[in-house]
């Protein structure tokens, strides 16, 4: 109603008296119309104005979207849908700060909703140590310690709280809430009992390692100086202003003069064995360094000469391949033919039939190649 009242208001100054509803009581509206122009009215209405386009953070201008239905309304409706007794601060913001698109009015909105969404999930890796009044079933927070959270985060104006202002009642059981996991004594007393019995083992384990370093320093010179070198820039003096904390160090057995360890011989044995051993192949490693690029040497040069010999060997064998009677090329084998052709010599001569149809021997004269003399003595001597 107050929407529709404010567009009677916008088009009164715009008309005047024309913009009076049809269906209003005649009587009603000139108590508008005073009521608008009253100087306190006014003055309210610039009041009211300026507030809800105030942007004192620089984070956005603050909107409201949640409609006709109150913060009151979505918190009774929210706990009818998942039987709590109280509503959920972060879901409530989630639910009337958030357009349809996925993005949040404001920037301040939207920080508010991280930060505790951050330290909710803080709180939940807490349990871990065990079930305590904070968990639910499904081992999450319950929604008390959920509001209790988001009320330390949220900002406060007017004894209201971001995003919840007209939920003063619950807000109020929220900053009087139970004790969070992290500000319990009894898990604080567990938190501590686990970091001293952990501070005492790694002081032991140091122990250990010193008697190790010890031993090593006495069989290598140059481990022994540099070790020493480092332990001085270590320990050196803390200065007055700096206190140091050692919790329950005297609880924990942890002496502040260094304890000297006891080695048995079985260990002193293995780790001599270790040392010769480290020796051995630092020699090794000393000796492969200087040999090294003669033997590289030395086997490129029997490669190289093994590499001659057999180049020499293959190009021998290739000159000695060669057959001495294969024709060259067409052109000798061409100039033999034309040889061979000019060493014979053609000639008449009358050769006899042996017979002939009638019985009666004939003759008759054909030409035929005789060969020369030449050619003659040297087919004789073929044969």
Same mark, same amino acid.
């Given at each position: 109603?107050?929407?529709?009242?404010?567009?009677?208001?916008?088009?009164?100054?715009?008309?005047?008296?024309?913009?009076?509803?049809?269906?209003?009581?005649?009587?009603?509206?000139?108590?508008?119309?005073?009521?608008?122009?009253?100087?306190?009215?006014?003055?309210?209405?610039?009041?009211?104005?300026n507030a809800r386009y105030h942007d004192p953070d620089g984070l956005g201008i603050y909107k409201y979207r949640s409609g006709q239905t109150s913060y009151k309304a979505r918190a009774r409706k929210r706990c009818e849908m998942t039987g709590e007794s109280t509503p959920d601060f972060l879901l409530l913001l989630d639910e009337t700060h958030r357009k349809?698109?996925?993005?949040?009015?404001d920037r301040k909105s939207e920080e508010i909703y991280k930060e505790v969404s951050s330290k909710i999930q803080e709180?939940?890796?807490?349990?871990?140590?065990?079930?305590?009044?904070?968990?639910t079933g499904s081992g999450g927070l319950s929604v008390q310690a959920k509001n209790k959270i988001y009320a330390h985060v949220a900002p406060k104006k007017k004894g209201g709280i971001y995003g919840a202002s007209s939920l003063q009642q619950e807000a109020s059981s929220a900053y009087a809430g139970p004790v969070l996991p992290q500000d319990d004594p009894v898990v604080l007393s567990q938190k501590l009992a686990v970091a001293?019995?952990?501070? $005492?083992?790694?002081?032991?384990?140091? #122990?250990?390692f010193d008697a190790y370093?010890?031993?090593? &320093?006495?069989k290598d010179p140059e481990f022994a100086a540099l070790f020493r070198s480092r332990s001085s820039t270590i320990t050196e003096p803390v200065s007055s202003n700096q206190r140091p904390e050692v919790p329950n160090a005297t609880n924990a057995g942890i002496g502040l003069v260094a304890v000297e360890l006891e080695v048995d011989e079985e260990e002193k044995t293995s780790l001599l064995d270790i040392?010769?051993?480290?020796?051995?192949l630092t020699g090794t490693i000393t000796v492969l360094e200087s040999k090294f690029p003669?033997?590289?040497?030395?086997?490129?040069?029997?490669?190289?000469?093994?590499?001659?010999?057999?180049?020499?060997?293959?190009?021998?064998?290739?000159?000695?391949?060669?057959? $001495?009677?294969?024709?060259?090329?067409? #052109?000798?084998?061409?100039?033999?033919?034309?040889?061979? &052709?000019?060493n014979k010599e053609l000639s008449w001569m009358v050769e006899e039939k042996p017979s002939s149809e009638d019985g009666l021997s004939g003759q008759r004269?054909?030409?035929?190649?005789?060969?020369?003399?030449?050619?003659?003595?040297?087919k004789e001597g073929e044969i």
């Open positions: 109603m107050s929407n529709q009242v404010s567009r009677w208001k916008e088009k009164w100054k715009e008309k005047g008296d024309e913009a009076k509803p049809r269906w209003i009581d005649p009587d009603v509206w000139p108590g508008l119309v005073s009521f608008w122009r009253d100087p306190k009215s006014k003055l309210k209405s610039i009041n009211s104005r349809p698109d996925g993005s949040f009015i709180e939940e890796s807490l349990l871990c140590l065990g079930d305590t009044t904070e968990s001293e019995a952990l501070i $005492a083992n790694q002081a032991e384990k140091i #122990t250990n370093f010890d031993y090593l &320093a006495e040392w010769k051993m480290l020796e051995k003669t033997l590289i040497n030395q086997k490129v040069s029997a490669l190289d000469e093994e590499l001659s010999k057999r180049l020499a060997t293959l190009e021998t064998n290739l000159k000695g391949s060669h057959p $001495a009677d294969v024709p060259i090329d067409n #052109t000798t084998s061409n100039n033999n033919e034309y040889d061979e &052709a000019h004269v054909v030409k035929k190649v005789v060969y020369s003399m030449k050619n003659k003595k040297k």
